[in-house]
Each structure stands twice: as C-alpha cells, then as structure tokens.
C-alpha cells in the first residue's frame, strides 16, 4: 500500500514548533550581537578601556527578556487577533499592552543586570527611572509592534499557504446559484488558486479566535466566522454542536465514550478524538442514535 503524497504545508507541519522557535532565537540573537558590538564601539570612543562584557550583560538581559515576552504576545494574538476590522479596537489596547510588556521588560532586565553586575563584583546603576523607562518605552513600544506585525504576517501566510475557506457570495447579475444563507459549498484560496470544497464534505469545524477551522478530508481550512454564525449555516439535521468550540458531521462519528465527568469524548471514523460538553451529551446520543453510537458504548 503506498503512501499518501503530502503536500508541502503538511510536510512543514511536523517542523513548525522547530522553525518558529529558532526563527526569534535568530533574529533575537542577530539583533543581541549587532547591539553588542555597535554599544560597545560607541564605548570604546569615550573609554578605550571598555569592558566586552558589560554591553553583551546589557544586550543579553534584554534579549532573554524578549525570549521570555514573545510566547506571551503569540498567546495574546491568537486571543485578539489583528484584522483591518479591528484595528480600531487594537489601537486602543496597544498602548496600556505595550506598557504592560515594557514595565515587564524593563523590570527583568534590570534585575538581570544586577545579579550580573554583582558576579563581577560590581555594582549596577540603571538611572533615574523616570527618564530612563520613557527611554526604553521608546524603543520597546516600536519592537511590540513589529513582533505583532511579524506574528499576524506568518499566520496570514500560513493561512494562505495551507488553504483559507470563505463564504459565496451573491453574483454582480443574476439569481445565486445556491442559496447563500445555507450554502451547499465553500470557497477555498489556496496560493492564488480557488476551489470550492463542499459543505457535506466537512467532518468537524473548530473555533479557533475569530476563525473556524474546517476539517474535510483530512484538511484544515480556516473560515473567517465564529462557530454559531457558522453552525446556522449549516444543514441540522447532519451536524451537531458538541461543544462551545467543536461541532461534527453525524455521518462521521463512530462512538460516543461518556466520562466520570458527565462530559464525553466523540470518536470519530478516521480514529480522531474530539471533546463532548455534559449540555450536548444527551442530544447528541438522541440525534446519532441509530445505529452511529451503540447503546452499550454510550453507557
């Protein structure tokens, strides 16, 4: 039996942790040696007898914080995503969040640079805070929104690169071939190609921030949607809500396992696993009882 070709977004797939980690440990760490050596010639031209080591502490501290920050602004991201029909709303959370990330920034440094300092037996003078912290805001608040811009950057190529579903719409001229509040197929551009999957190919849709991911055929498309605008526009009688952020094709699904919890778990035909809230348990044992969920599985 031969294996199934892989295209080249679910060949990356297996990489993507390893390749987004290493890509901030590179540009943080090209920008910690450039920031080292150019800190340390401007030094060098007041004291020729600068130490190497006291810009590399300064750099360090403040690249080890920035480590420390960027797994932060990701999570916050993918809560709040950046859209152009946000950007109003973003603007307004940006600064009371990019002081949040330079107290926080500034903080840590700082206390890095002390117990540095103090390896060295020496001790270390930050300034008067006041001036210096308006200083650094300076610089933290532009690299806040350049991580920003890199991160929704990546995640807009991805969704391109991977394939990003959307809704027909109505025709310039004429009737629409299907009807748009319940339509029967969806639009997928994929690297400036289109394609329409069609709706009864999905076999389960998770909510993910202001997108929902499409599951068909073993394929992940995100639909610009929530999951309850989404759900209304599919056809009830084949899919079932099964939880605040799942909902599945009843055609797919091969079991029903109930947990202590009163929660359960959905086991699907392709052997995958999706979680079952106690609130939709009991209607989803009705809906799909014939035949899909035996009695004796679902307890």
């Known amino acids: 039996m031969t294996s199934p070709v892989l295209m080249p977004y679910e060949r990356y797939l297996p990489w993507r942790r390893w ?13 910690l040696v450039g920031n080292s050596i150019t800190t340390l010639i401007e030094l060098r031209r007041s004291d020729p007898a600068a130490e190497v080591w006291q810009p590399v502490v ?11 920050l960027i797994p932060v602004l990701v999570v916050y991201t993918r809560r709040f995503p950046l ?19 330079c107290l926080v920034h500034v903080a840590g440094m700082v ?15 930050f300034g008067p805070w006041p001036r210096e912290l308006a200083y650094e805001y300076l610089k933290d608040v532009r690299s806040v929104a350049t991580i920003i811009l890199l991160i929704e950057g990546y995640r807009f190529l991805l969704r391109r690169w991977q394939g990003e579903a959307s809704l027909l719409t109505e025709p310039d001229e004429g009737p629409p071939v ?10 997928v551009r994929k ?32 639909l610009r949607s929530t999951l309850a605008s989404f759900e209304a526009l599919l056809d009830p009688k084949r899919f079932q809500r ?7 094709a009843l055609d797919h699904i091969a079991s029903l396992e109930p947990l202590d919890t009163g929660d359960a778990r959905v086991h699907l035909r392709d ?10 348990r009991q209607e989803l044992r009705e809906r799909a009882g014939l035949g899909v969920i035996s009695a004796a599985t679902a307890g």
């Open 111 to 125: 206390t890095l640079r002390i117990l540095a300092y103090r390896l060295m037996e020496m001790e270390y003078t």
């Open 58 to 68: 300064w750099e360090a501290s403040s690249a080890l914080m920035w480590l420390l």
């Open 191 to 222: 690297l400036g190609r289109d394609f329409l999957i069609a709706a009864d190919d999905i076999e389960w849709a998770q909510a993910a921030g202001n997108y929902v991911n499409l599951r068909v055929r073993g394929h992940d498309y995100p």
């Open 271 to 280: 052997g995958t696993t999706l979680p079952c809230s106690r609130r939709y």
């Open 242 to 248: 099964i939880h605040r952020s799942y909902l599945v």
């Open 178 to 187: 299907e009807p748009v509040e319940r339509p029967g197929r969806f639009v």
């Open 19 to 31: 390749c987004e980690a290493g890509f901030w440990l590179l540009l943080i760490g090209a920008n």
């Open 83 to 101: 859209h152009w029909d946000t950007w109003r709303r973003w603007a307004l959370a940006f600064v009371p969040l990019s002081l949040a990330v």
